[in-house]
């Protein structure tokens, strides 16, 4: 099938109703068009994610992007002219025709314009924006290329419009924006690609006044919970670099009972005979490369065959970029050790 066919395919299944596997730079979504709430409901009953979750709006255009907030605002429109098409997620005022089944219920909506050419081209061909969250099974690991999507929706049959494996590799960063009169205030519920200085630098040179907020409820966010990205083994965290697998393991063995089954509707993976064997997931050096590469590699390395997957944190993974990347890692984790 060529890339037109694909895409044409794409554009009738969303105006039918239906859902799509599209492709952007952070991860690939599931898509389907925010004006038919069948289709809507199809992306929770097909992910089997619970509806407290909410959904990240995709628009082709800034303009586009103001007909889905209340309120647009300056801050808004700064932080879009830098970041658009890109990885970050505004959270606004949800305007009173969004289903509220995409914010869950909630009076804020978030809305990204993707980094992708084939999003772009489907969203404009399409001409309505779209709902998409990450295109996995709920609180699974993301999918960075087709196959995994196809992999992850082989039941249900899924059409992936392939667009190559993603640049980034994380979801987008999620920034909640208030503007008030006297100043603007921030609250970072997502970490992602966008880090908190890239904002904080564009809104001082542009002459905001501003101010983060750091205690503030995440439920705005998606993959906002404790538990999130699992493998279908569990992971393991070591904070210690030079510890011994043997040592790992038996602390693993002695707490992995005392986790309940389930956390926030996530179930947490329990070898039933106990842990007895391991994989290591190693990531490059450099934090971007390791971003990129970390879904596709937890995948790879559950799929080994081994009772668990252990990760060792090292002295040298310091600063914004790994910290997004530790956000999805220690999500995934069953333990942290």
Not at 279 to 288: A, E, G, I, T, W
Not at 297 to 314: H, M, P, S
Not at 324 to 331: A, E, I, V
């Amino acid at each position: 099938m060529t890339v037109n066919e694909a895409l044409t395919k794409a554009k009738n299944i969303l105006d039918e109703g239906g859902v799509i596997g599209f492709p952007t730079e952070t991860v690939y979504g599931l898509a389907a068009r925010i004006d038919i709430p069948a289709a809507i409901e199809k992306i929770f009953i097909t992910k089997e994610r619970p509806f407290f979750d909410p959904l990240i709006v995709h628009v082709a255009s800034i303009e586009q992007a103001k007909k889905v907030t209340a309120y647009w605002g300056p801050a808004s429109q700064a932080l879009a002219e830098t970041f658009w098409p890109g990885p970050l997620t505004l959270i606004l005022p949800r305007d009173p025709s969004i289903n509220l089944m995409i914010t869950s219920g909630l009076d804020n909506v978030g809305i990204r314009m993707p980094n992708h050419p084939l999003a772009l081209e489907i969203l404009q061909q399409v001409g309505v924006p779209l709902a998409a969250p990450s295109a996995n099974k709920f609180g699974r690991t993301s999918p960075t290329s087709a196959s995994h999507v196809r992999t992850e929706f082989k039941k249900e049959d899924v059409f992936v419009v392939d667009g190559g494996d993603c640049d980034i590799g994380i979801e987008s960063t999620v920034l909640l924006v208030r503007h008030r009169p006297e100043k603007v205030e921030l609250s970072i519920l997502r970490r992602g690609f966008v880090l908190k200085s890239d904002i904080e630098r564009v809104l001082s040179d542009k002459g905001f006044t501003f101010e983060f907020i750091e205690k503030i409820d995440k439920r705005e966010s998606p993959g906002h919970m404790k538990h999130h990205y699992m493998p279908p083994v569990p992971l393991i965290v070591c904070t210690e670099e030079h510890r011994s697998a043997e040592s790992i393991l038996k602390e693993v063995n002695e707490k992995l009972g005392e986790l309940p089954d389930e956390i926030e509707s996530i179930k947490i993976i329990k070898p039933a005979g106990g842990i007895h064997s391991h994989s290591v997931l190693k990531l490059s050096n450099d934090p971007l490369l390791a971003t990129r590469e970390f879904y596709g590699k937890l995948r790879e390395v559950a799929l080994q065959g081994k009772d668990c997957i252990l990760f060792y944190r090292t002295s040298q993974q310091v600063g914004e970029r790994w910290e997004s990347l530790f956000d999805r890692l220690n999500k995934a984790a069953s333990l942290i050790v």
